[in-house]
């Protein structure tokens, strides 16, 4: 089993867990979802931002390994 293989199982179920965790926060705070998003749109762009920060890091330590 190669080097890419183990990153591409350990990023995927990292991405299944996300995926699930937002479907049953989608579902259970949907009221608290669109309030936010009607009121204070400036919120979830403040909360997305760690995340996408997080993405681009790990994404960009994986390139840089491989080169």
């Known amino acids: 089993m190669g080097l890419w293989t183990i990153i591409r199982r350990f990023l995927g179920a990292w991405l299944t ?5 937002v479907v049953i926060s989608c579902v259970r705070y949907k009221d608290y979802i669109a309030a936010s998003f009607s009121n204070n749109t400036w919120a979830l762009i403040d909360a997305a931002i760690p995340c996408v920060i997080t993405f681009g890091v790990i994404i960009y330590l994986i390139r840089s390994a491989f080169k």
């Open 17 to 21: 867990v996300f995926l699930l965790l």
